[in-house]
């Protein structure tokens, strides 16, 4: 059974960079089907997708925080990386990764499995 | 504010059919990209609920059904049952943003 595991510090200072990895296990993240993914939930608000990488490395990022973010893989440990610079107060959230199963094409994918979700605060 | 619209709120009584609809335009469900849903409980993991419009991952009870049409998809449950209080929300991709979106989502109530 596939499983992602969200890691990194739940508390970061405004103006610095949060950094997650999402562990994956039970399966490849070099597999040529899937993508990976980061999302995010806000308190109080909707899901919103920050980013998403293929194991090759081609990366795709929301338009409102590609100037911040950084999506990076590490197939040897099977994982993937969340780097958001920057940050504010705006930015906290519970972030989730996810792997994303191409449909038809690359665009109709969708999310089938998820990780339980890292709470991280922005706060001084 | 989303690029897809969903109904803040959505209720109704056990055993009782409820839809959430999912509101795009031109540029994603409309562009005839596919829609996807999801059932997310507080505290837990965002579940895939419906994939590719209208199918069922392994697992899913076939109360759920999904269904799109022009610029819209919906998301149908019957025979209502209290485990199903949770948000809904939509996903489908845009080409004007050149990515995947969510709709804002939909909460669940079952009276």
């Known amino acids: 059974q596939l499983q992602l595991q969200e890691s990194g510090p739940g508390l970061v200072k405004p103006s610095e960079t949060l950094s997650l990895t999402c562990t994956v296990s039970?399966?490849?993240?070099?597999?040529?089907?899937?993508?990976w993914g980061w999302i995010r939930q806000s308190p109080g608000k909707g899901l919103e997708w920050i980013g998403t990488?293929?194991?090759?490395?081609?990366?795709y990022y929301n338009p409102s925080l590609k100037s911040r973010v950084t999506i990076s893989v590490d197939t040897s440990k099977n994982r993937f990386s969340l780097n958001l610079s920057s940050v504010t107060a705006a930015d906290t959230a519970v972030y989730y990764c996810?792997?994303?199963?191409?449909?038809?094409?690359?665009?109709?994918?969708?999310?089938?499995?998820w990780g339980q979700g890292s709470q991280v605060t922005v706060s001084s | 504010q989303s690029v897809l619209t969903q109904p803040p709120s959505v209720s109704g009584a056990p055993g009782q059919r409820v839809t959430i609809s999912c509101t795009g335009s031109?540029?994603?469900?409309?562009?005839?990209?596919?829609v996807h849903w999801y059932q997310h409980l507080p505290g837990k993991a965002p579940k895939l609920l419906i994939y590719?419009?209208?199918n069922r991952p392994s697992g899913v009870p076939d109360r759920f059904s999904g269904s799109k049409s022009g610029t819209s998809a919906s998301l149908a449950i019957t025979g209502l049952q209290a485990e199903d209080e949770a948000d809904y929300y939509c996903?489908?991709?845009?080409?004007?943003?050149?990515?995947?979106?969510f709709g804002g989502g939909t909460k669940l109530t079952v009276l």
């Open positions: 996810a792997r994303q199963t191409k449909g038809m094409t690359v665009a109709g994918s969708y999310f089938d499995y």
């Open positions: 039970g399966g490849s993240i070099s597999s040529v089907s899937y993508y």
């Open positions: 990488i293929y194991y090759s490395g081609s990366t």
């Open positions: 031109s540029s994603n469900i409309g562009a005839a990209y596919d």
């Open positions: 590719t419009n209208s």
């Open positions: 996903q489908s991709y845009d080409s004007s943003l050149s990515g995947w979106v």
